[in-house]
């Protein structure tokens, strides 16, 4: 497994710039194709399923109104037969035997079922029918509305087992709608003997009718009632297949079925207070196909929208592809071997993405690495000229040493002691100026050249130059650029002495100070050079450097001392020049760097 990871860590590390971008887009392309894929079907099946739900929600209330007329004619069934009227002239109807009691009674009866009658037509009563031993009174006795002989016979007889109770018979519906009946009792008697039968007869196919044109949203909705598991009444044939087809038909649920290749969205739920499950079911095929239809929709806008995605994608990583390829052409063709400039392209000079800036760098740096060959090219050639005129003139330094020595010797034998000692500090200035010896000087040697300078200076000035020099013996091994005191020295001896008639006093002062590093003491060696005579002027050095002031022949040693320093030791080292007092003070501060230890080290 890891061998095969790391191979495919391998092919995928070597594919070109080209298939890697392709590889990425193509993997992007996939992920938001999925993801939308994915997306759409989920917000479908949501949108499906609110949908289902909403009218689920509708056909509920359905069923809810059907519970609640069922109910108000239960509650007006029991109004009728406790009312007054209805009791006092039942009474008088069973037992009078004047007819014109008789006939008040059968009027009175009449008017006051004709009364709620039309009370509760509204909650689809198609007619009552009140029975007693006598006679039989209907709401609508003009009608041809009368209960079938064989059912009436049937609801009389389970009036009588219900005993006052409301017994319902839901057998006829499909034909006749829903029968209610109940016995009236003599409500004064103590025995509540029955004194008739009271027969409601309740219009089903109006009820449903009403509820769906009430349910306007959905106008083809169809529906069946079944009780005892059977179907008692139905609007259309398909009920049938339906309910053999549900899972619970006495349930509260929703589902889609399939009936004869077509599609319903079938709900199904209690009456509540009866036996009896109420069905409503409407074609599902149009919200099918408009859910394909979108579905299709979504996919042919997915396809395109990728296809453009993929043709934008190969343009632009071509176009990616095709400058990449220039510059590794620039780069190829500018190879160790070939020196020339390879040729800038204009377009890339005002451009300001990556690869406008790769190109101009580029180029700048072939650019750079042509000029450092014709140089050192040149300086090779300078310098193997450089080494012919050194052995030409090797001879010469030799050739002044011994005329000096031959000078000094001269001077000691005609017992000219000044000349001598001048030739002889002369030659120690020559050698020292013409030594190699950088990595090593140390502040004994840079005292002994001051020394041999003042010496030869002395002859000149005679009583008019005074020079002390203070050093502690211990630090006389301490390392110190060459010539840093000799030219400070002289440039005292030229300011103090040369535009003044007077004694001028030279000092220098070596000492060792320590200062507080990041990590240890730092120990400072700091050399002062004062005289009198002469004053520097304030911020001279800074002058100097931005060519603000006149070197007038010393300034330029002064810059370079500084510079010196500060390239070898930073930039918190140098020289500072100041006035203290009647004396110009130039102040040599390096760290502190003993011969032997370095040596040692």
Not at 143 to 154: A, G, L, N, V
Not at 340 to 353: C, E, F, M
Request: glycine letters at 4%; one cysteine or more.
């Amino acid at each position: 497994m890891r061998q095969l990871r790391q191979r495919l860590l391998h092919y995928i590390v070597n594919l070109s710039l080209k298939r890697k971008l392709v590889c990425v887009v193509g993997i992007c392309i996939f992920l938001l194709s999925l993801s939308g894929l994915i997306g759409s079907l989920i917000l479908s099946k949501a949108y499906l399923r609110l949908l289902q739900e909403t009218v689920a929600s509708n056909l509920s209330y359905s069923s809810s109104i059907i519970s609640q007329t069922l109910d108000r004619i239960e509650d007006m069934t029991g109004s009728l037969l406790a009312d007054s009227v209805i009791q006092r002239n039942l009474v008088t109807a069973n037992d009078s035997e004047n007819p014109r009691e008789q006939t008040i009674a059968h009027q009175a009866l009449s008017q006051t079922v004709l009364d709620f009658y039309e009370q509760y037509k509204s909650s689809y009563v198609d007619y009552i029918t009140l029975s007693h031993s006598r006679n039989t009174i209907y709401s609508n006795y003009l009608s041809d509305k009368r209960t079938p002989e064989e059912i009436e016979e049937r609801l009389l007889a389970m009036a009588d087992e219900g005993e006052g109770r409301p017994v319902w018979l839901f057998q006829y519906a499909q034909t006749n709608g829903f029968y209610l009946t109940r016995q009236i009792r003599n409500a004064q008697s103590p025995y509540f003997s029955s004194l008739g039968t009271l027969i409601v007869s309740v219009d089903l196919d109006e009820m449903i009718s009403s509820r769906n044109q009430q349910e306007g949203a959905f106008p083809d909705t169809r529906y069946f009632i079944a009780s005892d598991g059977q179907i008692i009444y139905h609007t259309d044939d398909t009920a049938d297949g339906i309910f053999q087809k549900l899972d619970n038909a006495s349930g509260d649920s929703y589902e889609i079925l399939t009936v004869d290749g077509h599609k319903y969205f079938v709900y199904s739920t209690l009456i509540p207070g009866h036996s009896l499950t109420y069905t409503c079911y409407l074609s599902y095929d149009s919200i099918t196909y408009s859910a394909n239809i979108s579905w299709f929709v979504s996919m042919v806008v997915l396809f395109f929208t990728c296809l453009i995605a993929v043709v934008f994608s190969h343009y632009t990583i071509s176009s990616i592809d095709r400058h990449t390829n220039l510059l590794l052409k620039k780069m190829q063709a500018y190879n160790a071997e070939q020196i020339s400039l390879p040729q800038t392209d204009p377009v890339y000079a005002d451009r300001k993405d990556e690869f406008g800036l790769l190109n101009r760098q580029f180029d700048h740096m072939a650019e750079r690495i042509h000029n450092l060959i014709l140089d050192n090219y040149v300086n090779e050639l300078w310098k193997k000229d450089a080494q012919l005129k050194a052995l030409e003139k090797q001879i010469q330094p030799h050739f002044l040493y011994n005329t000096l020595e031959s000078i000094n010797w001269r001077a000691k034998s005609a017992g000219n002691q000044d000349i001598s000692s001048m030739v002889e500090s002369l030659g120690n200035l020559l050698r020292a100026s013409l030594s190699k010896d950088n990595g090593g000087w140390t502040l004994k040697k840079e005292l002994e050249i001051t020394d041999a300078y003042i010496t030869i200076q002395k002859y000149r000035f005679e009583e008019h130059l005074e020079y002390l020099s203070h050093c502690d013996p211990s630090l006389c091994s301490a390392l110190l650029p060459k010539f840093m005191i000799q030219p400070l020295v002289e440039n005292a001896v030229h300011y103090g002495l040369e535009e003044n008639t007077e004694v001028c006093h030279i000092e220098v002062n070596v000492r060792l100070t320590e200062t507080a590093g990041l990590e240890k003491q730092q120990e400072i060696l700091q050399i002062f050079v004062k005289n009198d005579g002469s004053a520097f002027e304030e911020g001279l050095l800074l002058k100097l450097k931005n060519h603000q002031a006149s070197a007038r022949g010393f300034g330029i040693g002064l810059v370079n001392i500084d510079e010196r320093i500060k390239l070898m030791f930073g930039g918190s080292y140098g020289l500072t020049l100041y006035n203290e007092g009647d004396l110009a003070v130039a102040q040599i501060t390096i760290p502190y760097l003993d011969k032997t230890e370095v040596n040692s080290c």
